[in-house]
Structure formats: C-alpha cells, structure tokens
C-alpha cells in the first residue's frame, strides 16, 4: 500500500480564485492510501517544495499527488523535489487543476468539485505507480538545419562556430532563401545582399558546415540524439565537385526562354543556370524540364563548352544518410498566391504585381537593373498604389486568405514607399492599409518618415477593386477617415499577399513527429518560455517556419535555435524517458499490430522458445521494444488485442483506475 | 460446375495422406443431431469414415490451423470455402501459423443453412436431415417437410460478399467472384435509429448474453495466447459483468479488438446460443473503416496494412469521421 501526500496549490489566485483548495485538500485527506494532505500558496516555490520534502521524511511518503498547472509546466519541478526527498521521481504525479480547471470555470462549487475529482484520479493512479529508472543514450554530435535562408543561415554559423558540425538542407540550387531576393532592408536601408552575402560565403567557408544543395529531407528516424536522416540529393546534372561557376555553358545554353523563378518570372533565364551572382554553392544546374539534351538528346552544347567537363547528362539522384544529434527547422515562407483574389485584377494585368515582386523591380540585380519600370510597357510609374493586408487578417476570407497578421508588410510597405518617394519625387505614392503596425525598435520612426518627411498618402481604407483601363489601372477605394470613395487612375498596384509556411513544411512535420498549428506553422514547445524549441525532443524552430517575422527577429531566433542545439551537442549522453512501452511476451501473439502503429520503429520480433507442459518447448514470435527509440506515445498498447504490450507510467490499468476514480 | 461431395473430399483427403502430402486432415464430423456438425481432425484414411459434408459445415477452420500446425511436422489439409480464406489470409498477416505447414485445398460454396430457420419452418421435434436438392426433414411425429435450400440459407450466406478464393494451394471446382453484397443494409437500419432506440436495441439483444464464450471461441481474430478478460492484470478483466450495462462491455471490447482484422465471416452469430446477431457489430465498425477510409476487406491480401494501424497523410482528422457520420 502506498503512502501518499497530497499538495494542493492556490497558484495566488489562479485556482484559490475558483477552487475552495481547502476543501479540496480536505476530500482528498479520506481517499485510499493518502495519509497527509495540505495546502499552500505557491507549491512550486521553494517553500512549498521545501513543504514536500519536509512531508515525505515526517509521514515516510511512497507517492505524491501535486494538484497544481498543467504537468507541462512543473511537472519536471516537483519529480525534481522528490528525487531530492529520496523518493523516485515517477512516483509523482500532478492533477491539472488549472488550466483544466480553475482556469475554464466560472463557479466555486462546480470548480471545487471538479478539483477533487482530478485529485482522486490522480491518487488513484499513484497508488499503481512503480519506480522508475531512465536510461542513458549516447548523443550523436552532429546537426541538421533544414533550410538554407537567413534563418537556417545563421544558425548553421553559430552551431559550427560552437564547434560542432552542421549540414544545411536547401531544396533551392543555392542557399540565401527569400532575403537573397530583397532590394533594401528596414529600418536602416542597408542592402539585403550587402549583409546576405558575406554570410553566405561564411557557410561555404566554414569547415564545420556542408551544405545540401538542390536536396531535400526523404526521410527521419530515431530521437533526439540519434536521428537518422536520408537527404535525396537531387540530380543536377552538373559535377558540384568540379563544376567553377565560370558561367560559360549558361552564356551558350540555347533554349533562353525559361520563366526565372528568382525573379519571380519578370524575365527568363536559360535552361542552365546559376540562379544569381553570389549563388552558393555557384555551381550550375540543368533544369530537366527544360533542357533539350535531357527531353530529347538533341543538344549537349553546355557539355562542349564546359572546360572543367562537369557536364553529366546521366547523373542520377542521390540518397544520403546521416545521423544528427539534433535538428533545426528553416523553411520559412511564401507569399500566398494571388489567384483568388480577383479584385485586385492580379492576373488580369502585369502591372499589379505582389510586393516581393517589387522588390525585383528595384533591386539593382533584378530584372530592369534597378530601374522601376512598369512590367507592361518598361514605362516609368507615376502614380503607386499600395495595397497593405492582402489575404492577411483576413478571418472572413479564410478560403482565400489567412485570419492572423503577416507582421513584415507594413514596414515593408513603408521602406517602398519612402525608396520610391526618394529617388522618384515626381511619383505619387498611396498607401490603403487597416492599421499601421510598427511595434519594434525604430520602426515607428521610420514609418513617420515616410509620411511626414516623403509625403507618401497613408490612407486608412481598403482597395474595393482595380480594373485595368486604357494603360491606366483604375482603382476603387475608401478613404474611412474622411468618409469619402476615392478613384485614383494608377500605373502600378502593388499587393502586400500574405505570408504562409512553405509547402514543404506539413510533410516535414509528419516525417519529424513535430506539431503544427491550423496555419501550418511549427508549434513551439512553449509559446513564452521554450519559444525555439518545439515539443518534440531533439526538434528546433528558426525563422518564419514558426510564424510570421522580420529579418532582425528571424536573426534572433536563429541564434537561440543554435543556442539550444549547442546546449544539446555539447552533452555526451542523455537521459531517456522511462515512461516507455514493453511487451510481455507471455502475452504477445507476435500479429505484429504495434510494429505498424509505432511512429519509431521501436518494434522487432524475435524467435523466443518458450518451456511448454510435459517437457516441450514452443517456438514464438514476439514483440522487443527499442526503450532508446521508445517516445512512450502509447500507439501500440492501443491496438495490442491481448494487452500484451504496455507503457511503463501509464500503464492500461493505471488509466483504466483514473477513469474509474471519475466515474465512481 | 463440379458438385463438391463428401466422397470428392474423402478421395483427395485419402490421396493426400497417401501420398505423404499431409499427415493430418481438418473436417467435418456429425455430432449428436444431424445437423450438429463439428469440427473434427482426421490423423489417417480410416478415419475418414466418419467425415461428412453437407448443408450443415459452415465451421471456419482457419483458426484451427494456430494449434494444429504446431501439432505436426508435416502439413495440415485443411478445406476452405471462399469466405474461410479471408480469415486464413488475416491469420497469416498476424503470423498465426506456419504457411509451409499447410496444404489448403478450396472448395465452392453454395451457402449453408441455419437449422433455426429449418426450425421455424418444419416445427420442433426434428429426428433427420437430409440434404440434396431439397432439405428434406422428418420429425419424430412421423412427418416429413421439404424445404427450398434458399428459404433457409444462414444470414451470411444470404448477404455472402464473396465466392472467390483469395488463398489455397489447389482448388475443387471453378473458382467464383466478389460479389455484390447487401450486407450492410442491416447496419444502415441501425444507424437511421435514434441513440435512444440503438440502444434499447442493443440492450434487448445483448442482455441475452450468458457469457459462454462461444463467439470469442469460435473467432478466428480472437486468438490471443491470453484474452484480456481472462487476465487478471488486465483492467478490463472485471469489467464485463459487474452490471447491466457493463455486460455489454464484453461484446462492445471484443468488437474493438476485432476491429480491421475481422473478415466478418459471421461465424460469431452462427454459434450463439442466444441468437444475439453479434456480426452486426463487427459490421457496423467495417462500414466505417470504409466510408473513413475507404474499401478495405480484411483477409484480401496477406500482408496488406488494415486503415487501423496505418497512417497516410490523407486520413481524415477525427472531426471528419464525426460529421461524415
């Protein structure tokens, strides 16, 4: 029979607002095997840590009930303040009393007696709890960021600065992600590549860091610390090893007339190609689509022309495995597409174009030189017209758009605004937004300047519609402020869309066991407190992949991702979870049910002989659980029909006895 | 199509055992009534006197090949009908039995009948059987019925989804197809009833059960070394009788632990003492796998991965399961 000491915490007035905690402590003093209950102000204090301890040694306590926040939060608090009063960790367990209780109930009494039923469920299972032990495993010093933009960017850089290293992801033929494509950045206007790029030739320098262009992850297995990872390098038809970037066989390619993806298909490129200057890695690569020597063998100029001879018309694609320590998730974003949203006549003119498209336009390496020339007739623009929130915000729209802020465009929209006001005062500028948004250091400043000291027209309003007239774009808006319908005849419209995680992501997160959110961004671990790491062991966030960000937050977050990773390489061994299944072969049929549900592969069968009556043994199939792959996630002992295979903490008759203890 | 009769079986049985194929032979045997028929294992050809086939051998050996085969050192014959295969499928997936230590021959099947539905017709008292083209029943009140085979046939061969082998190693006779069953009408009637009405349904019916056992004895998905209610560690072991509504548990347990893996055979409601029509059950939880999941016939192929414990990226998200009810 246990001994067990019930704690029950007020959290100040988080629960003893909507739970009598002494009554509460009061109907859990009569449940079987407790023989001390108590209350106190904060349980996760030292006090009241020091009160736990000060009960186990006073009433030789076996268990401990702590009816307290949810056990993700302190749980690891009060297994801790056990193991220092002597007793097993495991031996604790917490009743969510907070956030599943005070905290969603209105009424003292409802919430009283929903408390004690939490506490007697909890008692109920510690009275079948059983000490146990974690084991150890060893810890592979290697990581993984998948994700070659600035977020992967930067903490690759300081994960192979800590000394350990590092291989970057890219699905892209060169590393530099979405930043690689911006003209200036705010709010200090520096030039994106005149930042970007050093870093970029940082990573191909360091020799901590490889990095996997053109590739992309097929495959995870195993558990922090020991992931097993295959990377499908994908065939790019030129030798990488080999390969100088000298750029001949792209000045020679003959088929020229192929969309260009890095600027977003305002101009083209040829069928070889380096995707920009500072690529990296600058090697070439052939784009099967489109190349004629791959679609029908007829060409092979690129292969004449190429004085390194890296030319390999049959390379195929490659699969790379690898083991990781630990791995950081750098997918980061998209704009949305712009197809449903008509209104705005996006794929009716070429001169509404989307914000990033923009940025093509005035970048100095983008496909008018720098000049802002509009797409339809390379004419100058006179009258701007910026339309901020598209899809964004949008909780109505929610089959076109997305309900939360994008967070980048209004500065964005501002740095266009001010950049197109400096070097063009004789253009007018609008700007249609909902609100403002400007939280962060600077930004505030910057958005005054463009409107007090560039003049640029901030109107609260949105755009209704835009219809192309003539060589004019007809635009329909509200100014709210004044009440007033405005049309203005614009040359260029240009779209704030909405940001989203890249397609990439969701199977990514199944592959990884990583939760997502309903917008597909990564769910970290903790929303305030674990904001880099997400809640599956040995899995880390950076960048956009976890929800909208600028480039001096992505930066940040990089850096902390790293942090974390570096934190976990430099351990030599980590403790596992003893919460893990086995099987009882006793028991075990072998139908090999659990194999196929476990997430894992932490299932095997083996040939076990078994002593029979009368002398005879019995050959049998059984199940083997790996605990150094074991999650503890339970898939297994749900579809085990003999109820062979059980999960140590949280065994079947354990929880079986909590639902009993609510139902009683 | 060749007539498969009790002297066909006996010749290829004898055959088999003479030529030293197999060295022992599942089938048929009459027990106390004629239409009492039981499973029997048969070591040689002298034996085999006793072998009988007719109207009355629906029993499903599959599941006897578990014990069976680990009895020999050379194979097993066992005579499958279409619907037996399934199950034979299913227990190969589970690593039941030993495949190389069986020798399946396939039998057509034109249905078998349910001798309560012979009951109802030529009333009680019944002193024989005989089965050809008609059933043809005396009574010990000196009366002699005929019965149309198909005014009797048991339910499952009535609403029968296929009369295609999906394994055997030689077959008797022409092989048939899938068919196109109306087997779920009877869930579909279930499910147009309120909550309140399902379940006095179920009451009625399953407060009937005298727990013998039967159906799990008889299951060819039940084969666990241990049945959870008969473990004691178990936490479901004593939750099967403690009252009214937990006697249901047994049924509703055990057609969760079966669920995806039973090939609905029907061999549950065939041995019921109680009548209790327990297949419905397991059939309502294979509609559903099939309209959540899509199609899926358990025992089709060895080694296919039941929707149940598989996990693709277009499964639906439990809230869909719930409005596409």
Known sequence: MQRIGVFVCWCGSNIAGTVDVQAVSEALKNEPGVVFSANYQYMCSQAGQNMIIDAVKEHNLTGIVVCSCSPRMHEATFRKTAATAGLN??????????????????????????????????????????????????????????????????TALDIAEAGFPVDIVETKPTIGGKMAQLDKTFPTLDCAACILT?????????????????????????????????????????????????????????????PNEFNLGMDNRSAIYIPFAQAVPKVATIDPNHCNMLKNGRCGVCSKVCAAGAIDYKQQDEYIQEKYGAIVVATGFNPISMDKFDEYAYNQSKDVITSLEFERLTNAAGPTAGKLLRPSDLKHPHTIVFVQCVGSRCASCAEKGKEYCSKICCMYTAKHAMLTRDKYPDTEVYVFYIDVRTPGKSFDEFYRRAVEEYGVHYIKGMVGKVFPEGDKLKVQASDLLNNKQLHIDADLVVLAAAIEPDKSARPLATMLTASMDTNDFFTEAHPKLRPVESPTAGVFLSGTCQGPKDIPETVSQASAAAAKVVSLLVKDKLKGNPCVASSDELMCNGCSSCERVCPYGAITYEDKEFRMPNRTVAIRRVAKVNPAVCQGCGCCTVVCPSGAMDLRGFANRQIIAEVDAICK | MQKITRDLLVEKAVSLLENGTVDMVLGWKKGEFDYDITPAVFADADSLKDFVFDDFCGANFSKYLISNTKKTASKVLVFLKPCDTYSFNQLLTEHRFDREKVYAVGIPCDGMVDIHKIRAISGE??????????????????????????????????????????AYDELLGEDGEVLESARFDEVEKLESMTADERFEFWQGELSRCIRCNACRDVCPACTCEKCVFDNPASPVENKAAANSFEEKMFHIIRAFHVAGRCTDCGECSRVCPQHIPLHLLNRKFIKDIDNFYGEYQAGEEVGSRAPLVNYTTEDLEPGEAVEGR
């Open chain 1, 89 to 154: 960790p495991y031996m604790v367990e917490i009743a969510n009393i907070r956030e599943q209780c005070s905290w969603v109930h209105k009424d003292m009494l409802t919430g009283t007696e929903k408390a004690i039923i939490l506490g007697k469920a909890a008692v109920a299972k510690v009275n079948l709890n059983t000490p146990l032990v974690a084991g150890e495993t060893p810890v592979t010093k290697r990581a993984l960021v998948i994700g070659g933009g600035i977020a992967g960017i930067q």
């Open chain 1, 198 to 258: 050093p870093k970029m030739v940082d990573v191909a320098q360091n020799e901590n860091i490889r990095i996997f262009s053109y590739s992309e992850v097929t495959e995870v297995k195993g558990f922090v610390g020991n992931f097993d990872v295959t990377v499908k390098k994908k065939a790019r038809y030129v030798n990488e090893d080999i390969c100088t970037g000298c750029g001949a066989c792209v000045e020679k390619c003959p088929m020229k007339k192929v």
């Open chain 2, 125 to 166: 008292g019944i002193a024989k059987i005989e089965c050809g083209e008609k059933i043809t029943v005396s009574t010990i009140y000196d009366e002699t019925v005929n019965i149309e085979k198909a005014d009797v046939l048991a339910e499952r061969c009535v609403t029968c989804k296929s009369k295609k082998h999906v």
